[in-house]
Every structure is written in structure tokens, then in C-alpha cells.
RNA sequence: GGCCCCGUCGUCUAGCGGCCCAGGACGCCGCCCUCUCAAGGCGGUAGCGCCGGUUCAAAUCCGGUCGGGGCUACCA
């Protein structure tokens, strides 16, 4: 089977997707692709849902513009009942009035489906009465999935599914059909719960004299108790990523490479290379679980592999109200833009890039008590007090400060790692962050003395 | 219960009868580098669920078994 390059890329990242959101993908025969949320739920009672997942779906560089809608908010209706009446009048379904507690009294089985009691009862249609298919008796339904191979189902096994409900209304099964008829769609790509759809639509498909189109049964992604993600439980939504600071290259990367993987040792490729290697009969169909951590990893991969103007961009929505700690008018852009190299290579996820750069927009160093009670211990106050008096009068670089922190080190015999400590803390008032030297050099003498001077008083006052 | 799917390091995978006493990546653990933390470099850890069979040869083929999952609605 062949595909065109650009939707191959996309259905894979849709797989993922569609277990995350019940999203299937379909292709029309004139090559576009369609998508299609299969929660009529959620469409119905959470419309703002469904922006929300085209939007986080663009995101990632697939087009929701193609995005046909929930079968029952389609204008097929009378598409549908047609199809319902065209299997009636083949003699390919029928009309029954047994109701579900009906069906469990004659079978005594919750699980056991329809037993077929209407079958030859000649029933017509009216007021309650369901139309069911009327599924083959003997012989197999081969579903031939493009990522499994061909899967049997005994016909007999198949129960004779409602088409239609008492009140006329069409089930998904039909209306899915039948929109599928309609759109001309030659290939169905699900997820893997799907599977024991395909048999009864692919009858339906046949029953209504058309030529059924390819299935692909993508594998669901599962949680550390190898659990089909479900929403209730799970973190499962892309636009949380999208807000935690992923960003869309490294997530539509780390999506690709659940159940598929490029040839050669290569995880991190570039979005095209993928696009035009990608193949549905690749696809690896057991489950798969999210890993995060991973992701986190690459996020950090794309990070560093980003331009400094691409980084400092993607770090805007973290700079600003509401989600800095910082007013407005303290944030200078043009010191972050000094800061901003040094710290690319330490943030695996955008919002870690505050914590970074704090120190230089707040008015005062943040209070961490673990790193105070850590960082201050015994010649701490000593130290902070030569520091003080050394760095009056340096020049303010980045060598000299070193070169000054370390005399003052050597001098209560501690190498420059101790001994930036209590500097570090006093001025950032953390024990891990940006190169010290640097940060001092960007914050300025009065600010670095101020603090530096601040915590000696503190330390003293405390000792 | 019935039907169906799946089964390689903890995780994502490569592998499609000999190149594999199984390769890569994340994680984890060391070492190097180093002003902290990262990044980077080097090394290590750990796996073919099990049992039979086919074959000169099996992770790769066949059967069985065990385990996991999905579906089983007049939901989608």
C-alpha cells in the first residue's frame, strides 16, 4: 500500500493521538485526509473540547481544518436511514422489539449479546422497534489490517448488532459507514479497540455493495499498569504538555517513535525524514507506554538544539504575567537575552527557565531555607565579608570575580567550588543555577553587593 | 465466560533462520570535564515469558502454554 508522504507522517502521530482522544483518521481516495473525533460526548456537551483539540492538533503540525465532525452532528441523517432501509429491504436486517432485560432472561448471560429471538419473525418497523443486521450464519469475515495482517472473525460468533434504535436514530456503526460511503474513504486508521468494529462494518460496507477500504488498527498507548490510557485516570491531554513548556518539534518526535521506529540507530530525526519513512505496515502492534521521562529528554534535545532567538522566543510565555514571579516592569529583556544562552542548556522543560533567571528580576533573592542552612555554615560570614570587600573595587568581569572568589578561598583553605557556596546562595539564593561569575557580571556591582552584604548581616545575626 | 489483539533490557524499540553469547535510545550507576547544576565525553547495568517441535543452525518458523490487554450496550 502507498501513501503520499505528508498525511503517512501525520497518521502515525494521529495513532498516538487518536488513543489519547478517541481521534480516527481516514483518507479519502482523492488523498485528503480526514479527521474525526469518535467522542460524540464530548462534542455534544464540551463543543470548547473540540477547539481545544484541533488547536493542540495544529500544534503538532496536523491540520484540524479537514476535521469533519462527530457522525450525528453531520448532515448525513438521511444519508443514514437510507442505508438502514436499503439492508432492510435487502433482507440483510430486521426488525426486533426485545428489550436488554428480555435478551438476559432468555440467555441468562450479561455477556452473551443477541440471540437472534427476532430473526424470522417477520417484524416490521414501528413504534420502539430497533433494526438489527442480520449477520451470516456460517463462513469467516477476514479483516486484512495494514498493521496486523489478516485477522478472522467467525461469522457466527458476530451477533446481530442494532443498525438503528426504536426511535430511528442511526448507532455510530451505521452512521460511520455510511459517512465513510459517503466521503469515498479508502483507508480507516483507529486505534487498536476498534478491532472488533471492523468485521460487522466491514459487512456493512459489503451489504451495501461497496468495496470495503483499508483498515489500520494503530496500538493504544497504555499506562504503567498497562492500562489503556483513559481520560478519567491518565494524563493524557496534549494541551497539557503544550502548557507544562514541551515543545511541538520534540513531542510529535517522541510521538513518532511510539510503535515505529526510523531505520538505523536514529530517535531524533527531523519532521520530514519521518514524513517520508513513515509506513502504517511498520508499525509495531503491541502497546505502548508513554514515557515521559523520555520525552522530558528530548524536549531537552530540541531545546539546545534551538537558535538563542528561537529560545528566548519560546521562553516568552513563562516570562511574563501571569506565569512570572516577577511585575512587568523588573523584567528587562535585554538582560535575559545575556542570561538566556547560559541556561539553554540546563532546562529540559521551558518553565524551569524562571527559576534560572530569578535572581535578576526579583527584588531580592528567594528564600529556600535548605539551601541558606546548607550553603552558611562556618565561614560562611568570613567569607561573604572578604568576598564583599574584594569585589568593591575589582573590575567587574568575569575572570577578575572569579580570580578574587578564589583567593578568598584559598584563603580559609576551600577550593572555588566550597567557596562559591555562601555567594551563590547570598545572591541568588539558590544552591544550584547559571554560571555564578556570569550572573554577577549581568546583575551588577551595587545589586551583587547589596545581597552579598544582606545575607553577611543575616548570617552573623543569626550565628 | 465468549471473541479478538499483544508478548525482545525497567521503558520505547532494532531484529524478519546464520552477521545476535541480541544493537540503539530514555532511565539508572560510575569515571572524566568542571565555580554549583546542567551540557559534553567515556564506561557500566539490564532483555528474547515458558515448554515442545522443525532445522546443520531460531529472538526469528510451527504448536502448545502462561501472562497482559481490548471488545462484549437500542455508547462512541
Not at 257 to 284: C, H, Q, S, Y
Not at 331 to 342: G, M, N, R, S
Not at 421 to 444: I, Q, W, Y
Amino acid at each position: 500500500m502507498r501513501f503520499a508522504p505528508s498525511p503517512t507522517g501525520m497518521f502515525h502521530v494521529g495513532s498516538a493521538r487518536s488513543v489519547l482522544f478517541n481521534w480516527a483518521f481516514a483518507l479519502q481516495n482523492d488523498g485528503t485526509l480526514v479527521l474525526r473525533i469518535e467522542d460524540t460526548d464530548a462534542a455534544r456537551n464540551r463543543p470548547e473540547w473540540i477547539d481545544g483539540i484541533v488547536s493542540a492538533m495544529a500544534w503538532i503540525g496536523i491540520d484540524g481544518s479537514k476535521y469533519e465532525g462527530p457522525f450525528r452532528q453531520s448532515d448525513n441523517r438521511d444519508k443514514h436511514t437510507a442505508a438502514a432501509q436499503r439492508l432492510y429491504a435487502q433482507g440483510r436486517a430486521y426488525y426486533c422489539d426485545c428489550t436488554r432485560e428480555d435478551v438476559i432472561a432468555r440467555t441468562g448471560d450479561q455477556h452473551r449479546g443477541y440471540d437472534g429471538f427476532c430473526r424470522d419473525r417477520g417484524l416490521g418497523p414501528g413504534e420502539g422497534r430497533a433494526l438489527r443486521f442480520r449477520a451470516p450464519d456460517e463462513g469467516a469475515t477476514v479483516v486484512n489490517d495494514l498493521v496486523r495482517g489478516e485477522t478472522v472473525f467467525e461469522n457466527a460468533a458476530i451477533e446481530d448488532f442494532v443498525l438503528t434504535r426504536g426511535d430511528g436514530s442511526v448507532l455510530f456503526l451505521l452512521g460511520n459507514v455510511v459517512d465513510d460511503m459517503d466521503q469515498r474513504i479508502t483507508h480507516v486508521i483507529r486505534g487498536e479497540e476498534h478491532l472488533p468494529n471492523a468485521p460487522k462494518q466491514q459487512l456493512m460496507w459489503e451489504a451495501l455493495g461497496a468495496q470495503p477500504p483499508a483498515w489500520a488498527h494503530l496500538p493504544v498507548l497504555v499506562n504503567e499498569k498497562r492500562q489503556k490510557l483513559s481520560k478519567r485516570r491518565d494524563k493524557v491531554a496534549l494541551e497539557d504538555f503544550r502548557a507544562e513548556g514541551y515543545l511541538a518539534a520534540a513531542m510529535r518526535n517522541y510521538l513518532m517513535l511510539l510503535g515505529w521506529a526510523p531505520k538505523g540507530d536514529r530517535e531524533i530525526v527531523p519532521w520530514d525524514e519521518m514524513v517520508t519513512e513513515f509506513r502504517l505496515e511498520d508499525v509495531n502492534p503491541s502497546p505502548a507506554f508513554f514515557d515521559v521521562k523520555k520525552l522530558r529528554a528530548f524536549n531537552g534535545e530540541y531545546i539546545r538544539a534551538l537558535p538563542a532567538e528561537e529560545f528566548i522566543a519560546q521562553c516568552q510565555p513563562w516570562l511574563t504575567a501571569p506565569a512570572a514571579p516577577w511585575s512587568a516592569e523588573r523584567f528587562d529583556p535585554a538582560v535575559f537575552a545575556e542570561l538566556a544562552p547560559l541556561a539553554q542548556t540546563r532546562v529540559a522543560v521551558l518553565p524551569e527557565i524562571v527559576a534560572m533567571v530569578d535572581f535578576a528580576f526579583l527584588p531580592d533573592p528567594v528564600e529556600d531555607e535548605a539551601a541558606w542552612t546548607k550553603a552558611m555554615r562556618e565561614p560562611a560570614a568570613d567569607i561573604l565579608a572578604d568576598v564583599a570587600a574584594a569585589y568593591a573595587e575589582v573590575p567587574w568581569q568575569g575572570d577578575a570575580l572569579r580570580e578574587r572568589l578564589e583567593a578568598v578561598g584559598t584563603a580559609y583553605g576551600l577550593s572555588l567550588g566550597k567557596a562559591q557556596a555562601p555567594v551563590r546562595v547570598a545572591v541568588t539564593g539558590r544552591t544550584v543555577g547559571l554560571p555564578l561569575f556570569e550572573s554577577l557580571v549581568v546583575l551588577g556591582r551595587t545589586e551583587t553587593l547589596r545581597r552579598i552584604e544582606a545575607a553577611r548581616e543575616r548570617v552573623t545575626g543569626l550565628a
